[in-house]
């Protein structure tokens, strides 16, 4: 089993920035690959940025390329998203996933634990 509470969310305006935090517990932290998802009202949810199931690279959705940074701090069980540059467009429910073997990264389904999901929103 594996936990994953994530944290830091809020209220910002567009431009602004903000770091969501995803603590995890459970198994070993190197035993499994934490993605970062989100989903606005109405729509999917859907891939926002990850690691590879090695944890050496990082990948990103196209819409926030450049913009958004994922991290991890071993030593404290947690991974990081670091949000600049923020759009209205962003605003949505942040979740962290984790899953326990390698697969497509991309897809929800991939994915065994999931965090609760933590509000972001972005006002113009």
């Known amino acids: 089993q594996v936990q994953l509470v994530e944290s830091g969310g809020g209220l910002v305006q567009a431009g602004g920035s903000l770091r969501l935090s995803c603590a995890a517990s459970?198994?070993?932290?190197?035993?499994?690959?934490i993605s970062w998802f989100r989903q606005a009202p109405g729509k999917e949810r859907e891939f926002v940025a990850g690691?590879?199931?090695?944890?050496?690279?990082?990948y990103y959705a196209d819409a926030v390329k450049g913009r958004f940074t994922t991290s991890r701090d071993n030593a404290k069980n947690t991974v990081y998203l670091q949000m600049n540059s923020l759009k209205p467009e962003d605003t949505a429910v942040y979740y962290c996933?984790?899953?326990?073997?390698?697969?497509?990264?991309?897809?929800?389904?991939?994915?065994?634990?999931w965090g609760q999901g933590t509000q972001v929103t972005v006002s113009s």
């Open positions: 996933a984790a899953r326990i073997s390698a697969g497509r990264f991309r897809e929800r389904s991939s994915y065994n634990y």
């Open positions: 690691f590879t199931w090695g944890g050496d690279s990082t």
């Open positions: 459970g198994r070993t932290f190197s035993s499994y690959a």
